[in-house]
């Protein structure tokens, strides 16, 4: 009955398993409370999306999100800030603000060691420790509204969106694209309008 209870309290703390990749994204957003998005209107974004790989730190040159998922998530960041009455502008300079997108992937090796045993009635008589390992890789976009120029002693986030999860073996664009409309729907203090 000990060991029924205990089973019972751990499957009653997930309501379900996991049936697909989409059930482990998180989408988080923050922002300045004070600024002003209502008089800004135009931003600027650049034209790759650049992957954080600690490469730089290192003298070599930047990697990007490889084409077509990098158009394709940078169209929809656009049609987002376009739906919420911003104007994306070519020169940062003239821009209000600097929309700055960068991706990363981190992948999670676990280890443990399972015993495997051969048994005599209750008794166990000989057996051995065996290694098992699992990995999962996660995913990182991460967007960020960068304010600058008068009042700023240097640039600063005046928004950031972060959306996280399981990354697949084939890439998914829709995916990328349903977490960035929630990005900026759970921030209506961006538009302009």
């Not at 990749?21 to 800004?40: I, Q, R």
């Amino acid at each position: 009955l000990y060991f029924l209870g205990i089973l019972f309290l751990f499957s009653s703390c997930y309501p379900g398993e996991i049936e697909s990749y989409e059930e482990t994204d998180l989408v988080y957003t923050n922002y300045v409370e004070t600024f002003d998005f209502v008089s800004a209107g135009t931003y600027a974004m650049p034209d790759k999306i650049v992957k954080v790989t600690g490469n730089l730190a290192e003298g070599e040159s930047p990697e990007f999100v490889q084409e077509p998922y990098n158009t394709q998530m940078l169209n929809r960041i656009e049609s987002n800030m376009t739906a919420l009455g911003w104007t994306r502008v070519n020169d940062p300079e003239a821009a209000d603000l600097n929309l700055i997108p960068a991706a990363w992937s981190n992948t999670t090796v676990v280890y443990w060691y399972d015993y495997w045993c051969w048994y005599y009635y209750y008794y166990c008589g000989w057996g051995w420790y065996y290694p098992t390992y699992s990995t999962y890789t996660t995913g990182t976009l991460v967007m960020g509204l960068i304010a600058s120029g008068d009042g700023y002693v240097e640039p600063s986030h005046v928004w950031t969106g972060a959306i996280n999860g399981l990354l697949s073996g084939a890439y998914d664009v829709s995916r990328a694209n349903d977490a960035i409309d929630q990005a900026f729907k759970q921030s209506p203090y961006l538009n302009t309008k």
